[in-house]
């Protein structure tokens, strides 16, 4: 605990408080391990994959979900890329990485992001969410096999479709360190109003565990509401046939992109 502890007051000294440019925007960390976080996608070596496949499926005036933003590096690339006729709603529910967020959309003139602090699950509410001491990019609803390392705080969740009733999505990017199945039962109705969303996940099959899920029930859910998944891992989309095998291939902290989509997606 002594261990963490000191980590937990390193990773937070006010001197990380820095800006980096990250794909023409200015970001400001919040802290060591978000900073370099920054400089990873400054320099190119975290993020690429990521970037090409929005670059190929968020368009202009397209309505974007980004639930999980964080500090909103993702969220700044998909304003940019849907422009004035279109919006992103932003989901983060930790109070210092929102701060954050908000800061940076401001800063960038991102006017078309619209920004939410809450958690979305499949119930209204308050739960336990575990704030990583070490890296602000695996806070979690989900409990972890190492608790020393997080400390907890409450905070609210709202199912989205009480949230956002009948709201038309083009585009939902999720990342929610294994809260996906929770998120997805709480917005069954939007992804029934809108036959031609296109879904980002990551599936991290450790994450969905610790959440109580079983791995695969969160794509057998996609996939009873009409959706196709693919890897989106290399060049063009992969179609995902066998899910107990990509299970499989995905121990501990290896996790993998998919789109989740109806009909035939954008290459």
Known sequence: MAVAQSIFRLNHLPLWSREVEVWGNRVTATTLDRLVN?????LGVRGQEEKRFLERHVRPGMQVFDIGANQGIYTMLMAQLVGRRGSVQAFEPDAT????????????????????????????????????QLNSGDNRLARSHHPGWFDEVQVPVAPLDALLPGAPVDFIK??????????FLGMEGILRANPNVEIYLEY?????????????????HLISLGFNLYVTAGPGLKPLTDMEALTRDLPGQKCANLLAARGTPRE
């Open 38 to 42: 920054l400089y990873l996608h400054h």
């Open 97 to 132: 990485l929102f701060a954050s967020l908000r800061k940076n959309c401001e800063g960038n003139d991102a006017g078309n992001v619209r920004l939410h602090n809450i958690a979305l699950g499949r119930e209204p509410g308050t739960l336990k969410f575990y704030r990583c």
């Open 174 to 183: 999720i990342d929610v360190q294994g809260w996906e199945y929770q998120v």
């Open 204 to 220: 991290w099959p450790l994450g969905l565990q610790n959440a109580g899920c079983k791995p695969p029930d969160c794509l057998l």
